[in-house]
């Protein structure tokens, strides 16, 4: 089978770091993370629908992007019954105050006792609204950068987004929508040297040519939904003209009726492009 079409199966798929650089191929079939795996030279990534993922690193610890779970249609579902089930988290990372990014972070720093990273201007409010406490906030902005383990190193960066925070008063029991401070990306690099950039949600911007030639990521996940983001157009011009990764996999479709964007109309637009397609279904694990 030819290794475009394998990608096109919902089978599961390892590729090794050595692989890429020499335009090889480890194809595998993988489950779910295992104890087994976290500390070695892969990258274990699952995605839990939209934009969340749960990504291993190769020295075991265990980060969390944008955790929709919950409320998310397509999150695992023994994730949706018990938040304790994606693990104990070391690191968690949201891009934006929209619900479908904030999702369970707050309920999830409380629950691991982990520090939330996020725009500043979106974390300021999850504190004084009393959503999380003072402790596990920790606030930072683009082209600012964290170091929370040694080897691990993440980014902020730009998108082309807005931010606001819906939240219920309990008092009043009416929504009330708070600014949130501006969207971001992340640059997150792993111990073995490994980049992933999590776009977030972005529209298209020029940056996107800076932020690929200056920080070099080897995975981009990249929203094609439409209407709130990119459609497959869009993020097929983006790559193919200024990001030019190694690997990409789409992210932030099939979980809400307005993002019409769609993984046959991403893979068509791409149809010509020599970056490799990683296509996932919500559940699925990865390794790299």
């Known amino acids: 089978m030819k290794i475009r079409q394998f990608l096109k199966t919902p089978c599961a798929i ?6 890429l650089l020499t335009g ?13 795996t976290a ?27 944008d955790p929709w779970i919950t ?14 089930a994606v693990g104990k988290i070391d690191l968690l990372l949201v891009t934006h105050a929209h619900v479908d990014h904030l999702g369970d972070a707050p309920a999830l720093a409380i629950l691991n006792k982990t520090k939330l990273y996020g ?29 929370p383990f040694p080897g691990i190193k993440v980014t902020a960066v730009a998108a082309e987004h807005s931010s606001l925070l819906v939240w219920n008063n309990p008092a009043t029991k009416k929504n009330e929508s708070h600014p949130a401070g501006e969207a971001m990306g992340y640059i997150v ?25 200056h920080y070099k990521p080897d995975l981009v996940l990249i929203p094609i939904g439409g209407n709130f ?23 932030h479709y099939n979980s809400n009726p307005l993002t019409q964007g769609t993984l046959a109309g991403f893979q068509a637009a791409m149809k010509d492009s020599a970056i490799k397609i990683i296509p996932m279904t919500e559940g699925q694990t990865l390794s790299f």
């Open 14 to 19: 390892a590729l090794t770091v050595g692989a």
């Open 24 to 36: 090889s191929l480890t194809l595998a079939q993988t489950t779910a993370p295992t104890a087994a």
């Open 39 to 65: 500390a070695s030279s892969k990258v274990e990534l699952q995605w839990l629908g939209q934009a969340a993922f749960r990504i291993t690193s190769p020295g075991g610890k265990l980060i969390v992007i």
């Open 71 to 84: 409320g998310g249609p397509k999150a695992p579902a023994n994730y949706k019954a018990d938040l304790a």
């Open 119 to 147: 725009p500043a201007d979106m974390v300021t409010p999850l504190i004084t609204l009393g959503l999380i406490p003072a402790d596990l906030g920790h606030r930072f902005n683009k082209t600012g950068h964290i170091k």
């Open 189 to 213: 690099e792993l111990e073995n040297g490994f980049k992933i950039w999590h776009m977030g949600d972005t529209g298209l911007f020029g940056d996107m040519k800076f932020i690929s030639e």
């Open 229 to 251: 983001t990119m459609d497959p157009e869009d993020a097929a011009f983006a790559l193919n003209t200024w990001i030019k990764p190694k690997m990409v996999i789409p992210m």
